[in-house]
């Protein structure tokens, strides 16, 4: 199953504003929420750091693109690299001109999230995982809400979804229904009307989404971070969460100097140096992930071929799945925008 982030928009701001399609654009938005008496156009939590690291995994993908992140992955690539640099300065840039508020790592996610259901945040950057509790805040308004994907920096970049595994499902090579198991799973993430079953409750299925979505009972903001993600999935998706495929030394440097970051005292050329230098302790240890020659297993892609049981892990584990739930990101946006 996917997990995806996105721009979320309070009520109605996209019927006053066009939808950025350009970094100018998305300036020019930021510009006109602080003209319009919006302190934070952009609500982003950073007192629970994890929510800082959705720009972090988006601003690095912008930048490097897929290929340069799995450089750093699985091949000899760093995060001191020049599109890494880049990236941590472009995100560094947006906190003292006002994007996040004048303290944004002073709110955490649940005041965040209070804050933009009643109407109060213009933006976010999150993930479908909010859109349940904000069925039950916003109640019928949330049709008031709409999604759209953070344009790139630059001209010559694209827009890639961030995607990431949300959660792994597994059968033991040794099962005696490994068969059974095997065929199930291929029913309920293969078949549309499996797909189609796992929408409606919740999990994402791995792979374009759009034939499904035509039959799944969901709110219409589901719909449009699914399609959103889909409509850009040809550029290639990058992850959406870095911190969780990166082992825990890393994750703790790169949480810990997001936050500093946001408040300034922390230059981007110490935090990827910091990052880089993480990466390599564990490198040294053994602790990163391995690439296996098997592409499907490596990145928890569905490439068509269906769920089996795989054998790369040690014996006697359980056995990884080539289709997994999924969670993505873009800026959720409230429709109507009050005048100043």
Request: with cysteine; glycine share 12%.
């Amino acid at each position: 199953m996917r997990k995806i982030f996105g721009a979320a928009t309070a009520a109605g701001l996209l019927s006053i504003l066009p939808v950025p399609t350009t970094w100018e654009d998305m300036e020019a938005t930021v510009a006109a929420l602080h003209e319009a008496g919006y302190d934070t156009p952009i609500g982003i939590a950073g007192a629970d750091k994890w929510l800082v690291t959705h720009w972090h995994s988006l601003t690095f993908g912008h930048n490097a693109s897929p290929d340069g992140i799995e450089n750093v992955l699985f091949g000899d690539g760093e995060w001191t690299d020049a599109p890494f640099v880049a990236a941590a300065t472009k995100l560094q840039e947006m906190g003292p001109v006002g994007w996040f508020g004048a303290t944004p790592a002073a709110i955490g996610y649940g005041k965040l999230m209070d804050y933009f259901w009643v109407g109060e945040g213009p933006m976010t950057l999150t993930g479908p995982w909010v859109i349940g509790g904000g069925i039950e805040a916003a109640g019928d308004r949330i049709s008031d809400y709409d999604v759209f994907a953070v344009p790139p920096f630059e001209d010559s970049q694209q827009i890639r979804p961030p995607n990431s595994i949300g959660s792994g499902w597994y059968i033991r090579e040794g099962s005696e229904v490994k068969g059974e198991a095997i065929a199930f799973l291929n029913g309920m993430f293969i078949k549309t009307v499996g797909r189609v079953a796992l929408l409606n409750t919740g999990p994402i299925p791995v792979g374009p989404t759009n034939e499904a979505l035509a039959q799944a009972d969901i709110s219409q903001l589901a719909r449009d971070i699914w399609k959103t993600s889909d409509d850009h999935a040809a550029n290639g998706s990058v992850p959406a969460f870095l911190d969780t495929i990166t082992p825990g030394g890393p994750t703790t440097v790169s949480n810990d100097g997001l936050q500093g970051r946001l408040l300034n005292v922390m230059s981007p050329e110490d935090y990827t140096a910091e990052m880089q230098s993480a990466w390599d302790k564990a490198k040294a240890a053994s602790e990163i992930t391995l690439p296996d020659g098997n592409d499907e297993y490596r990145h928890g892609r569905s490439q068509g071929g269906g769920f089996r049981a795989v054998s790369q892990l040690p014996k006697g584990r359980a056995q990884s799945l080539t289709s997994a739930e999924m969670t993505t990101c873009f800026l959720i946006q409230i429709r109507n925008l009050r005048s100043g």
